[in-house]
């Protein structure tokens, strides 16, 4: 099948958007590719269309590397509705579920296969593979892969492996937002140069969001901001919290005004922020306060605001975020309330998510010296050893993640049993890695105090920040 062909007949399009044809031309004649394209731009179709179109000609399969387990179940479910012969296998399968995969897999069942980079880890999972043809190599959210990106996972620092498990096949990464060091970066992880892959960006301006930043103070300013938007701005809505608590707040200061709204965080139970999820997909004029952990595979094309009532993290958290409204091409309202007082919450969760060699190493110890106490009294004891009773300090939290990630620790973690301890890899030992990618934390963060503070267009500041040309005076980052 030709892909204009599987455009129209298997996805109901017309006509291709922007770059969509000539990256795929890109890959149908054995080319990499690194795609940026906005949010809501079309970069699934990348992929799909010539992985639809290599299945058709007997070429091999696609496999699909995701960090998100609830998109791929999403985007598998849609090409499952299209009759295209797609499948996930991560995590959120029963073994039993994964064994039938396994089974379907080495039978040739799928052409489309979805994982996340950790599955690579399972022998049994490679061995399935390895019974198939690996035509195309798909990265998505490819920011993961880079350790500057905004979203670092260690295991998409074995990309290059993967590829080589693969065959090294054709492979195109994409993401929504990358500076000019983590493109290069993601190529180089991939174990390609730059002369091999062909960048393919289209640029970052959104001409129907109107940015706007408001300085407030206080929660009743806030509060007022959202009434505003809520009651000019006909459509839906998100306003993102970095607080539960403070989300919580203005949950009960709308309540008394008896403004229906939904409530989306992560320590909701998955059952719920799940059903949260389809209210606001199927409502046509729904307003959701969340912390970020909303918003990932939430396609919603009518989207007519985006407040941000806490300053974020860093330009590509806020850039992902805003880049959900107005994807049907409407006019849509991008809003920051910043109160200064919010700057200290981001600078707390910095030092949070980068604990120090020494701390890391601390806990390794106590690990591998008190994992019978540890079991036998959970998480909060360990807490207790290292905080001193310093409930506002989270740092284990991160370190936890860290050693899950790198695989120093087998065993769980709700509640956290110790069931065997590795060595710690030399990147979470050295003090100078560590230092480093605290200093780029806080640039981040510095610099999307510099977007606040911006006078001029600013959508011209985050042109520069990422590197891209722009129509217009460009103000100096």
Known sequence: MQPTDILKDIFGHDAFRGQQQKIIARILTGGHALVIMPTGGGKSLCYQIPALALASAEQGITV????????????????????????????????EQREASYDALERGAYDLLYVTPERFRKPDFLAALAKQRVAFLAVDEAHCISQWGHDFRPDYTRLAEIRDLVGQPVTIALTATATPEVQEDIIAQLGLTAEAVMLFHEGIDRPNLKLEVRQVLGQEEKLQHILSARSHLRGPGIVYF???????????????????????????????????????MQGEDRLVLATNAFG??????????????????????????????????????????????????????????????????????????????????????????????????????????????????????????????????????????????????????????????????????????????????????
């Open 296 to 477: 990932m595979g939430i396609d919603k094309q009518n989207i007519r605001f985006v407040l941000h009532a806490e300053i974020p993290g860093s330009m590509e958290s806020y850039y992902q975020e805003i880049g959900r409204a107005g994807r049907d091409g409407e006019p849509s309202l991008c809003l920051l309330l910043y109160d200064e007082s919010d700057l200290a919450t981001q600078m707390e969760f910095i030092q949070w998510s980068n604990p120090d060699a020494d701390f890391c190493v601390r806990v390794h110890d106590y690990l591998h010296r008190d994992a019978e106490k540890i079991n036998a009294f959970g998480q909060e004891w360990l807490r207790d050893q290292l905080h001193f009773k310093n409930r506002h300090d989270f740092r284990l939290e991160t370190v936890l993640q860290l050693f899950d990630r790198y695989e120093v620790i087998d065993g769980s973690f709700h509640p956290l049993r110790i069931e065997s301890i590795h060595p710690l890899p030399q990147s979470l030992m050295n003090p100078k890695e560590r230092q480093d990618k605290l200093l780029r934390d806080q640039k981040k963060l510095h610099a999307l105090l510099e977007y606040v503070k911006c006078k001029a267009d600013r959508k011209a500041y985050i042109h520069a920040y990422f590197g891209l040309p722009y129509q217009g005076v460009v103000p100096k980052l």
């Open 64 to 95: 699909v590397i995701s960090p998100l387990i609830a998109l791929m179940k999403d985007q598998v479910d849609v090409l499952r509705r299209r009759n295209v012969r797609a499948a996930f296998i991560n995590s959120s399968l029963s073994r």
């Open 242 to 280: 970095s607080l539960i608590r403070s989300l919580e707040e203005m949950s009960d200061l709308l309540q008394a005004q008896k403004i229906e709204h939904l409530v989306y965080h992560g320590k909701l139970p998955s059952r719920d922020r799940k059903a949260l999820q389809e209210q606001f």
